[in-house]
């Protein structure tokens, strides 16, 4: 469900999976909704204003004494003098915004963004209406020629065919799939999807299939299946043909291709007044390419152009690629392609080493903290989260591509990435985008552990105020009442306490997650030796999102992981991508999102060491790189379009 928030600047709308618009009102003054809006309106808001300030979007305004519609570039050309008459004004991006007026009034470009401006003070009725609710379901056989025809049709969700393809709110979600004896495609998701100017022809094999569907989604491109297995993997268009070499090179070039062609749209739309902050614009001239005219070119042409480029002469001025995800080509993982490719990210297929015994042993907590030697007097007294046998895990050692953040939607148990399950981004759209206030519960269910516990509280109670935290501290809870706590609705649960086979410890004994009905905690963090088991399980049941632990963990070192992971989160820190590669800090230079009051994107900031080091989004533009699913921060902050789960060290995971 799409909200309305009314602002001290205007109207902010909030719908699932965090997608937000922005209506900035000049001398905004609320009142109750004064004009009748369509029936896909979900909510509305009335007030007084001299001006409008919208986001770029598909615009469409329609005279209602006439009933005649005009579509109007994103964003306007020049100055459009609206003659007096009642108006309906539609911004389609992420979220569909109506606005309701009447009298004559102006819409210029005005540095980028539309402007709807008065010559007086003039009565609106803003709605808005929600798109992320619907996303339609094609139906296809359970062979490659039926994943081709899916994917063929998950550029549906998109709402331009321009550069501005490569902005967040102008993705919307694509179709679900579902596999079945019929193939079905909605005649809406048909309407929105036309025939392709550009073609993938692949062998008829999952290996070549589910790494396409990234660039196919962005390309809008139709996936064929060829006959024989031994064809090369082609891209074509009427007067292009670009062969791929076949795996394992296939995929990375797949995805090199992917971030050219994504970032050079970013530079394109940058040419116009929307990006005149972008400080890479000149490479465009670098490379030959003419922004106004690719700005007005089909995306067969602009592959073309940017294929002719020598983009490598430009590629390491530009930023690395935000997320790579390493997806089990299986029809299982087919029908979670949908929830992954609205954030563009590159797919890869899944491989992994065995973690030595040497290099596990290397990964210890004591890098991260450069412990002292009472460390060993801890380890030597027995001082861990487990009471009892921890339950055992292997973990692996995946294989990366390129990326900053990587996640695994995969078997097997990772390091250095974050674990994804599909059920994950099933539960999501079951949580409200934006209660009334944000739930958390800190459970302390072993006594030493209380200077924990009451450093968490503390951190949680010092909160910013706009974040509305209700904190709850429970201690030594019995199974029901823990179980209780899961089963309940919250945001945030933060169990302090031991693990073992027999589940998370409680003083009448253990409690077995697989034994919850549902789990109605969004997300969770584990600080509990060997939690892994623990967390899946919540995350099947329910959850989205967690932190969980791999192995035993000393007491003092589990407290410091606890207490930094709860500041960050606290603090707005959207990610730490990974641990480094000695140890458990981040990585030198690791992005991480924090917040930036009410803005639509957070600034970046860079860590080397505290104190951190900032830059702000003018450089690269954080608004030109896609935004992805399914952290903490996401739901712990609200002032983010989506975030990532926090690797915190080596010894733990991120489901999600």
């Known amino acids: ?24 009102a000049d001398g905004w003054s609320a009142d109750d909704p004064s004009h009748e809006l369509p029936r896909a309106a979900v909510d509305s808001v009335g007030g007084v204003t001299t001006g409008l300030k919208l986001l770029p979007g598909v615009i469409r305004l329609r005279r209602l004494d006439s009933e005649t519609e005009r579509k109007l570039a994103a964003p306007v050309e020049g100055t459009v003098q609206l003659p007096a008459a009642p108006y309906l ?18 819409m210029t470009g005005a540095g980028g963004d539309p402007l709807l401006s008065f010559s007086d003070c003039r009565r609106v009725t803003v709605g808005v209406g929600d798109r992320s609710e619907r996303p339609e379901t094609v139906t296809v056989s359970q062979t490659p020629e039926g994943v081709a025809t899916a994917l063929s049709v998950m550029s549906a969700g998109h709402l331009t065919a321009t550069p501005d393809r490569s902005r967040p709110e102008m993705r919307a979600s694509p179709p679900r799939i579902e596999f079945g ?15 392709s100017a550009v073609v993938f022809e692949l062998p008829p094999s999952l290996d070549y299939l589910v790494p396409a569907s ?53 530079l394109v739309r940058g040419a116009d007044s929307n990006g005149r902050d972008v400080a890479e614009m000149e490479l465009l001239d670098e490379v030959g390419l003419d922004a106004d005219s690719l700005s007005r070119s089909d995306i067969d042409e602009r592959l073309e152009a940017y294929l002719d480029a020598p983009f490598a002469e430009i590629s390491d001025r530009l930023p690395d690629w935000h997320l790579s995800m390493y997806v089990s080509p299986s ?77 695994w939607l995969a078997d097997g148990v990772p ?46 109670e010092s909160a910013p105020s706009e974040l509305d935290l209700d904190v709850t501290v429970k201690k030594r809870i019995t199974r029901a009442e823990l179980a209780a706590v899961f089963e309940s609705h919250h945001d945030l649960v933060h169990y302090i306490g031991h693990c073992d086979e027999s589940g998370l410890r409680c003083p009448d004994g253990g409690l077995a997650i697989t034994d919850l009905e549902v789990s109605n905690a969004q997300t969770f963090v584990l600080n509990a030796c060997g939690s892994y088991y623990e967390g899946l399980e919540l995350v099947e049941k329910g959850s989205v999102a967690g932190a969980v632990t791999f192995d035993k963990v000393l007491d003092r070192h589990a407290a410091r992981v606890g207490t930094t992971f709860v500041r960050l989160l606290i603090r707005g820190t959207g990610a730490i991508p990974r641990p480094s590669g000695r140890g458990y800090a981040p990585s030198l230079w690791a992005p991480v999102y924090r917040s930036n009051g009410r803005s639509e994107f957070p600034t970046r900031t860079l860590i080397d060491r505290p104190p951190y080091r900032r830059v702000g989004i003018g450089r690269n533009g ?35």
């Not at 007067?239 to 970032?263: G, K």
């Open 89 to 106: 004004l539609c911004v389609e991006g992420a979220v569909t915004i109506f606005i309701r007026f009447d009298g004559e009034a102006t």
């Open 331 to 407: 029809y299982d993982r087919v029908r979670t392609l949908p929830y992954l490719l609205q954030n563009v990210p590159n797919i890869f297929l899944p491989e992994a080493k065995p973690l030595g015994t040497d290099e596990r042993l290397s990964r210890s907590l004591d890098d991260f903290y450069r412990a002292d030697n009472t460390a060993a007097d801890e380890e030597t007294a027995g001082n861990t989260r487990a009471t009892k046998t921890v339950p055992g895990v292997t973990p692996v050692k995946p294989v990366l591509g390129p990326g900053r953040v990587h996640g």
């Open 622 to 656: 954080a608004d030109s790189e896609p935004s992805y699913g399914g952290g903490l921060s996401a739901y712990l902050t609200r002032q983010y379009p989506k975030g990532q789960s926090v690797n915190a060290h080596a010894r733990s995971v991120c489901l999600c």
């Open 214 to 266: 990234s660039l196919a989604h962005y390309l809008g491109a139709e996936i064929r299946v060829a006959d024989g297995a031994d064809v090369s993997p082609t891209l074509r268009t009427a007067t292009l043909e670009h062969e791929f070499e076949p795996n394992p090179r296939y995929q990375s070039a797949v995805a090199s291709l992917l971030r050219r062609v994504f970032l050079l749209d970013c």
């Open 415 to 460: 390091i250095d990435v974050f674990k994804s399950i599909s059920s994950a981004y099933e539960h999501r759209a079951r949580y409200p985008a934006n209660s009334q206030s944000l739930s958390v519960v800190a459970v302390l269910n072993d006594r030493r552990m209380i200077d924990e516990s009451t450093d968490a509280a503390r951190i949680y």
């Open 1 to 24: 469900m799409v909200t309305l928030t009314v602002t001290d600047t205007g109207v902010q709308a909030v719908g699932p999976d965090t997608a937000t618009a922005v209506v900035t």
């Open 181 to 195: 004896s019929v193939t079905t495609i909605p005649d809406s998701v048909a309407a929105r999807n036309p025939d």
